[in-house]
């Protein structure tokens, strides 16, 4: 059991995210408001 834990650990490999996945997160990011009101806090996606 104590062999287990001792073992190297591989390297992980670099996971770059394609040109798509950042677009969408920006824009996601962009169109998001979030309001606080006295009642709670909104969340709008404004697309």
């Known amino acids: ?3 287990l834990y001792s ?3 591989l390297a992980a490999p670099k996971m ?3 040109q798509e ?3 969408f997160l ?3 990011s962009k169109a998001l ?3 606080k009101t006295s009642n709670g806090t909104f969340e709008n996606i404004a697309n």
């Open 1 to 3: 059991m104590a062999k």
């Open 7 to 9: 073992k190297t650990k």
């Open 16 to 18: 770059l995210p394609k």
């Open 21 to 23: 996945t950042i677009d």
């Open 26 to 28: 920006l824009n996601y």
């Open 33 to 35: 408001k979030i309001v």
